[in-house]
Each structure stands twice: as structure tokens, then as C-alpha cells.
């Protein structure tokens, strides 16, 4: 069964620009989880969804949108990028059972210029 | 206070010893606990998960969880080289409302 896949894996956008990046799951896995991940504040929860509906949000700004689409397939998009959004973002994908063992995605690299 | 807690490190244990992380939680409902491995440059790859409160054993591995004290432990034996790596503890707080804590980095020295 393949993995998380995430795209692109690199990305370098310059201040003021948005961005949107993919995820998708595990086959069967419904539930998405996006994570911020700097080297100061560790991995940081963005939101997650579930049946095309966001149903849990961390403490992010709402510059940090998200959707997830019928298929499971997840995008999460970052407007108006500021210097500190250079991150690790990571996409975990899990089934939706009482254990929610989450795996993740390699990541996408963003840079923020 | 922090949601979940571990101490940064760095832990360094010789190898063929025990190497012992620690994870406190602040949410008295959370619900699951997870341990994750993460090498440098990679994600988080999951090792192990427990619920309910005792010892899981899984190999060298081996998670406690007492959720009256809110406390998790990874107690991994015969470390070896290889082990050296961060390990983030996660807390699933409620249908998959996830936080992680911030690491502890250990070296296991040949």
C-alpha cells in the first residue's frame, strides 16, 4: 500500500505571496492532519479533516487555510506568507478508529524569501 | 503550561543499555498516546501506541502509561546505534485533535 505523498517537496516564495500545498492520504484513510515544524517550536498542529469537514484547529492564524476533497485528498494553503512560515509542513493521514494512528507524509520544505 | 512535555535532552546511553524517555500531558481526557521516531532530515515515523494504562511491549520497545499521573514513558532496550534519533510523544486529546510534544534527541554511543 503506498504511503502519505506530499507535493511539491520544496518550495522558495518571497514575502507576501501565497502558496498551497498537497496531500494524499494513505488509500482508505480519511482523516488528514497538517503540522507546522520549525527547529524553535517543534511540530506545531495546523487543523485536521475529516469527511471534507475541518474538525480540529490549532493555533495558527488564519492566513492557514485548508480543504479536503471528496477522495481524501487534502490541500492546505498559507497566504500572504511572512518570513517566520518557513517551515516543515507535514501531512499525516489516519483511519478513523479509536487508536487514530496518524503517518506521515515526507513533507513539503517551504522557504520563505 | 505546555500540553505535553519531554525533557529536550540531548539523552546519551552506551549501547546494549536501556535508554528511558519521558512525556507528561496536561489534558486529563486525552484519550491515545504515541511515540514517534524522527532521524534527521526525515518525518516522524510511529513506533508505538497505547491506551489503555499499564505496559505495551513491542520488541525492544516497551510504552507505560499512567493516566492518573499523565505520564508516558518509552523504555527502549538493547539501544543501539541505529535508536539515535528524536523521539516526540503525541497525545491525542479528542477524535484526533493531536499535539506533539517537543522532543528528546538521544544518541546511543557504540
Known amino acids: 500500500k503506498a504511503g502519505v505523498t506530499q507535493t511539491p517537496r520544496y518550495l522558495i516564495k518571497t514575502r507576501g505571496q501565497q502558496v498551497t500545498l498537497s496531500c494524499s492520504p494513505i488509500s482508505g484513510h480519511r482523516s488528514v492532519s497538517w503540522y507546522q515544524q520549525t527547529p524553535g517550536q517543534g511540530l506545531q498542529f495546523l487543523f485536521e479533516y475529516f469527511s471534507e469537514t475541518q474538525r480540529n484547529k490549532g493555533n495558527f492564524p488564519g492566513r492557514f487555510s485548508g480543504r479536503q476533497f471528496s477522495n481524501s485528498r487534502s490541500e492546505m494553503n498559507v497566504s500572504t506568507l511572512e518570513l517566520g512560515d518557513s517551515a516543515l509542513y507535514l501531512c499525516?493521514?489516519?483511519?478513523?478508529?479509536?487508536?487514530?494512528?496518524?503517518?506521515f507524509g515526507p513533507g513539503t520544505r517551504l522557504t520563505v524569501l | 503550561q505546555k500540553e505535553v512535555e519531554q525533557n529536550s535532552g540531548p539523552l546519551s546511553v552506551p549501547e546494549g543499555a536501556i535508554a528511558s524517555l519521558n512525556c507528561t500531558y496536561s489534558d486529563r481526557g486525552s484519550q491515545s498516546f504515541f511515540w514517534y521516531r524522527q532521524y534527521s532530515g526525515k518525518s516522524p515515523e510511529l513506533i508505538m501506541f497505547i491506551y489503555s494504562n499499564g505496559d505495551k511491549e513491542d520488541g525492544r520497545f516497551t510504552a507505560q502509561l499512567n493516566k492518573a499521573s499523565q505520564y508516558v514513558s518509552l523504555l527502549i532496550r538493547d539501544s543501539q546505534p541505529s535508536d539515535s534519533a528524536t523521539y516526540l510523544c503525541a497525545v491525542n486529546r479528542n477524535n484526533n485533535d493531536m499535539r506533539f510534544g517537543a522532543g528528546t534527541r538521544l544518541t546511543v554511543k557504540p
Open positions: 499525516a493521514s489516519s483511519l478513523e478508529d479509536r487508536t487514530y494512528e496518524q503517518f
